[in-house]
């Protein structure tokens, strides 16, 4: 069970439930796949809804390696995420939330 207190949000890939997590090391670990742009151009797009496919497999895959997978962007193109491309895309955009926010407070 994810954690939202923990910065914990919940990925279902091929039926087996994992926890994702953007740690710090998450987090760098995604700044070095981004090639162009910073976090906050990353964190603007998903406000602004212009965010790419390629900027959600590159949220999931650090979130999910965050919480301890040991998986690769390339093992994450042939797994089912549950719920598909569009909860793919709110689980992305829930890691920025709860990466930087506390839960409960706008």
């Known amino acids: 069970m994810a954690n939202p207190w923990a910065g914990e949000v919940a990925v ?3 039926g087996v439930p994992h926890v994702a997590k953007l740690t710090l090391g998450a987090l760098a670990e995604l700044e070095a796949m981004l090639e162009t742009g910073t976090m906050l151009d990353l ?8 965010f790419s496919t390629r900027d959600v497999l590159a949220l999931l895959v650090a979130g999910l390696r965050g919480g301890g997978w ?3 962007a390339a093992d994450l193109r042939t797994v089912e995420i549950g719920g598909g491309p569009v909860a ?3 689980i992305a955009a829930e890691l ?3 990466a930087f926010t506390v839960p409960g407070q706008a």
């Open 12 to 14: 279902v890939l091929d």
């Open 43 to 50: 964190v603007r797009r998903f406000e602004e809804g212009a």
């Open 70 to 72: 040991a998986g690769t």
């Open 88 to 90: 793919a895309a709110r």
């Open 96 to 98: 920025l939330a709860r």
